[in-house]
């Protein structure tokens, strides 16, 4: 059976690595990038079956990621962001994220 390969993008290292160690825990496959440009690079030579992505990212923010990834590819993708306004949510949405989930979040 396939393992299922989640990538998480986000420039906060601490953050990214605590999501990975949970996923990881649960039998995903985790990759990790900590900015935009590494998130395109690694979405081009793995297959990703879900995107954990941060908005607010240095090279590439988080909306060109997504753009990006919805010129070639259709995985579901879910913003983690610390933007929390009505304005981030529906704009993250609209450019073609799956859902939006702001920080900051306690891992159980």
Aim: hydrophobic share 45%.
């Amino acid at each position: 059976m396939k393992s299922i390969s989640i990538l998480v993008a986000d420039d906060e290292e601490e953050i990214a690595n605590l999501i990975a160690i949970h996923l990881e825990k649960e039998g995903y496959r985790v990759f990790k990038a900590l900015d935009g440009e590494e998130a395109i690079a690694v979405i081009q030579t793995q297959s990703i079956d879900l995107v954990i992505l941060d908005i607010m990212m240095p090279k590439l923010d988080g909306y060109e990621v997504t753009r990006n990834i919805r010129e070639q590819h259709n995985m579901p993708i879910i913003f983690l962001s610390a933007k929390t306004s009505d304005f981030d949510k529906v704009h993250g949405l609209v450019i073609g994220a799956d859902d939006y989930m702001t920080k900051s979040f306690t891992p159980i």
